[in-house]
């Protein structure tokens, strides 16, 4: 069993960095987590925001194997609190094994890639940067974990 | 008109000191925007988590006007879009001049200080540390006034 997060791009913001490595590592005592930063479409090999996309969802498509479980972050994604999500995580690496997160680009998703997805979640109502995206993420994986092992995770 | 952000205790994550400062910096081109960190109560100066929660809300509620409009970051308080948060926060300081948030300690807020706010929102409906919440709070802030001035907010 192995959970897989897909971003394309790396990460901008510096501190951004450290909060999700932070989170990585301490993540490390409960599941393997591989964090990947997939890189970016080379401008020469798109021209529209929709060839983009397409590209960007073969190269994460790329990353799949036909047997992973994927869950796109998604706007219109299903919300959770952080007990349910720790439930839902739960069940999904229980049934499925291998499941893998994809955080879209600056554009989104292409519909090949929303076609691949067998579920799309949304950490808030407010929209978020991706960038945003990825340190909420593991950091609600990591909580997820903390309530699963019954280990209170202090709001430090 | 004046934003003050009230919270208890200092960051103690270095990468979220950073990306708060980040936003704060960015914000100053739209808002006076002051962030407060309090210090926290003394152990000396309580023996139970009721007693510490009155003595927080004291310190917070001696840096309030009385005509200080008070949004309570709660996990019960109502959820928003970024769209409307951008509208609420427009209408909020428009009608009342000086607002206020306030994100609690560990251990939430004294009755007092429920008693004491004007209104309460929530970021997510998953729960989130005190320091995440202060990243994403002034996150949405700065978001809020990008939408409120027509400027797009890249996701960086």
């Known amino acids: 069993m192995a959970i897989k997060i897909l971003n394309i791009g790396k990460s901008k913001s510096n501190y ?40 960007e969802a073969d190269i994460f498509l790329s990353e799949l194997k036909p047997s992973t479980f994927l869950i796109g972050l998604d706007e219109k994604g299903k919300g959770f609190t952080s007990r349910d999500f720790a439930k839902q995580l739960n069940n999904w690496t229980r049934e499925n094994g291998d499941i893998a997160f994809v955080i879209g680009g600056a554009f989104g998703f292409h519909d090949t890639l929303y076609k691949r997805m067998n579920a799309k979640i949304s950490l808030s109502n407010m929209t978020l940067s991706h960038q945003m995206v990825r340190l909420l993420l593991v950091e609600q994986i990591y909580r997820g974990y903390s309530i699963l092992n019954g280990e209170p995770y202090h709001n430090d």
């Open 16 to 55: 951004l960095v450290k909060g999700v490595e932070d989170y990585l590592t301490r993540l490390g005592k409960y599941a393997i987590v591989q964090w990947v930063e997939l890189q970016d479409a080379r401008k020469k090999h798109y021209k529209t925001v929709d060839e983009l996309k397409k590209l």
